[in-house]
């Protein structure tokens, strides 16, 4: 049976701005079959991002939605989950969003392992605003602020929560809807800070300055560079240079931020009786 | 009436104010001279079941602060100089989708990390004007301590009637003086809440203008509602109808500049028949009312008008002093700031001096009656 994205769907505000074959779309259904496994109630969930074109998603689904300022979702995100702990929150952002701008809040907030589920879409550019470089470019692929050729190094999303303290971390593809799924869900399911990469195809930003502006060649090409964590294990750091590792890569359990805090407050009111 | 006397620095009357205030979550960052808010935010809202968060910088600060107000909580953050530069962006974006927050920025010499110790009154176009677009703030200066605690605690009541940010500007000196306050008891405080949607959640609209300049609020969860620092229309959405994009940026300044006289608050003293007026504001407020006592005690007609609130700037009431008076002396520790609202508002009718220093030392009396007399 089909799934129904009705209900989560603000019918009303499409067409959506995102250009035809975008992966961002096929993000934001994953997200929302993966609150609805999960039998949350709409009202319950906020879905908060920064600005991009992945940032663009809140617009169009039916949660408490919050679309705030370039790089600053989770610093708005924590303000939100710290205020109603009961609630669940969750983040979309862009690479550059994530990582660049917004570089600091990701590490603090995987730090506090605050229960926020983060999902950040890696199209390895900046779509919004017309192919500049981002953290993620590959090596040598061109951007509109690196025409001859991207000569910095990547951050690794993955390496990076996991370094900082994540408790929940993994990575999928656009060519892996249904992983992408689990993934989000066992993200939403972890209590404590969530981190979740998603490889997507911008061919009209990063495809066409790299001779694959049709979508299909540019998640064929991201597809060619897949690597099951199961098999990447037994594979030299040189064989996966430029390779997107798949899999889940972390899930453990570490005191969470809000639960902390509440337990602080339970233990100052105690002493004060 | 109950009141108590208590001994306490400026920065934690604005602590001690806004938890009665109804303040239950607060973000910051530690820069002096502000931090001693911060450290007794952190041990006091624990023990009325409020939220306390050290984030990891100004910006995300601000950012936290706003996520707390939308979720339904009243919020503040507060900071000095630098900080205050970093929480500009975030505070446009409270501003554009109406989220109440106090922001409490502790004035030090700048420009950049400046004068950490030392006070200053720099910041006061960056408190009205600091962040990009035409917005509207509120902008209070508190003087005494008791002011700092009534202020801080009509400065939660304005950002909550208004659905706006709040700054409250302090200086170092107000910031560390330490004295006798006359606590008021919390049941003599009109606490002011922010106005309740009536509608059921799903016909609640976040920006609908038919109720008036403030549209009701509803948090997060309770009334689920999309916003964004985009220009949006009544549902919250993104538009760029020019037509409902003016309207919007319209309604949020006459927010504040339709209420101006809920919003004025002055201290006066002499001004009945003041021919000097001098207008001076927070530590250099309190300077100058020495000043203006001793001038009266050496035959010089001397008048004092020190605004609580600074922005909406007291236009009518500066020139109708100004009017009746043979000069207007302005005192900052600034290198002329105010000076230019108070020639605004004077509209030439009376010559307008200044006494401005910018070196990190408080403007002492005597320096304020030497112009005083200078002028007579
Ligand atoms: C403070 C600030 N700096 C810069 C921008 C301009 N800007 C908007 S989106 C963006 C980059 C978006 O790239 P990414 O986060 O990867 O998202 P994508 O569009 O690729 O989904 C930039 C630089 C901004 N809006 N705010
Ligand atoms: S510019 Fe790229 S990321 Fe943005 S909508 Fe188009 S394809 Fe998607
Ligand atoms: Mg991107």
């Known amino acids: 049976m089909a799934f129904n994205y009705k209900p989560y769907i603000r019918e009303d505000k499409f067409p959506n701005i995102w250009c035809p074959g975008c992966g961002i779309g096929i993000l934001m259904k994953a997200i929302i079959r993966a609150v609805h496994k999960m039998g949350w109630k709409r009202e319950d969930v906020a879905l908060v991002s920064g600005i991009g074109c992945t940032s663009r998603m809140p617009g169009y689904v039916n949660f408490n939605t919050l679309h705030t300022t370039h790089g600053r979702a989770l610093a708005f995100a924590t303000g939100i989950k710290h205020a109603r702990p009961d609630k669940h929150v969750i983040v979309v952002s862009g690479d550059g969003d994530a990582l660049a701008i917004g570089g600091n809040h990701f590490i603090h907030a995987c730090r506090r392992n605050i229960d926020i589920t983060l999902i950040v879409l890696n199209n390895m550019i900046y779509g919004m605003t017309g192919g500049q470089v981002s953290p993620t470019t590959p090596a040598g692929y061109r951007a509109s602020t690196m025409p001859y050729g991207n000569v910095e190094p990547n951050f690794d999303t993955v390496n990076l929560a996991i370094g900082a303290g994540a408790t929940y971390v993994a990575r999928s593809t656009v060519n892996n809807p249904a992983l992408m799924e689990r993934q989000i869900k066992e993200g939403l399911q972890n209590k404590g800070f969530s981190v979740i990469e998603v490889v997507s195809n911008c061919h009209i930003q990063f495809g066409r300055r790299n001779k694959m502006g049709d979508q299909l060649v540019l998640r064929h090409w991201i597809k060619e560079r897949e690597v099951p964590l199961r098999k990447a294990k037994d594979m030299s750091p040189e064989e996966l240079e430029g390779k997107f590792v798949i899999g889940t890569f972390v899930k453990k359990t570490r005191p969470e931020y809000t639960e902390e805090y509440a337990k602080m407050v339970e233990r100052v009111k105690g002493a004060s009786k | ?376």
């Open chain 2, 1 to 376: 009436m109950a009141k108590r006397l208590e001994v306490m620095s400026g920065n934690e009357a604005v602590a001690r104010a806004a938890i009665a205030a109804g303040c239950r979550f607060y973000a910051g960052y530690p820069i002096t001279p502000s931090s001693e808010i911060a450290e007794k935010m952190a041990e006091l809202l624990p023990k009325v079941d409020g939220k306390f968060i050290q984030m990891e910088d100004e910006i995300a600060s601000m950012a936290a602060a706003t996520g707390a107000s939308l979720a339904g909580l009243k919020s503040m953050t507060a900071t000095s100089g630098p900080g205050f530069s970093l929480k500009q962006e975030n505070l446009g974006f409270a501003s554009m989708v109406e989220a109440p927050v106090v922001i409490v920025d502790v004035m030090r010499g700048g420009p950049s990390t400046g004068l950490p110790t030392f006070p200053a009154q720099g910041d006061v176009m960056q408190a009205i004007w600091g962040t990009h677009g035409d917005h509207a703030v509120v902008v209070l200066t508190p003087g005494t301590l008791e002011e700092v605690y009534l202020e801080t605690v009509r400065a939660f009541n304005i950002a909550e009637k208004l659905r706006t940010p709040v700054v409250l500007l302090l200086d170092e000196i107000i910031g560390h003086m330490t004295g006798d306050v006359m606590i008021p008891d919390d049941s003599e405080l009109e606490i002011i809440d922010r106005p309740k949607p009536t509608v059921p959640p799903e016909e609640y609209l976040p920006y609908d203008d038919s109720y008036g300049d403030v549209p009701p609020m509803g948090s997060y969860f309770e009334y689920p509602f999309h916003t964004t620092g985009l220009h949006h229309d009544k549902t919250g959405f993104p538009t760029t109808n020019p037509v409902k994009c003016g309207a919007l940026i319209e309604r949020m300044l006459r927010k504040v500049f339709g209420n101006r006289e809920w919003l004025e608050k002055n201290v006066e003293h002499y001004t009945e028949d003041a021919e000097i007026l001098v207008f001076a504001f927070g530590s250099t407020g309190l300077a100058a009312e020495v000043a203006v006592k001793w001038a009266r005690e050496q035959g010089i007609k001397a008048g004092l008008l020190r605004p609580l609130t600074l922005w909406p700037f007291p236009e009518k009431r500066v020139y109708d002093l100004a009017e009746k008076a043979k000069a207007v002396v302005v005192a900052e520790m600034n290198l002329g700031m105010m000076i230019r609202e108070v020639e605004r508002a004077v509209r030439g009718v009376t010559p307008v001096y200044g006494v401005l220093k910018a070196n990190g030392q408080p403007i002492e009396p005597p320096e304020i009656l030497a112009k005083i007399k200078e002028v007579a």
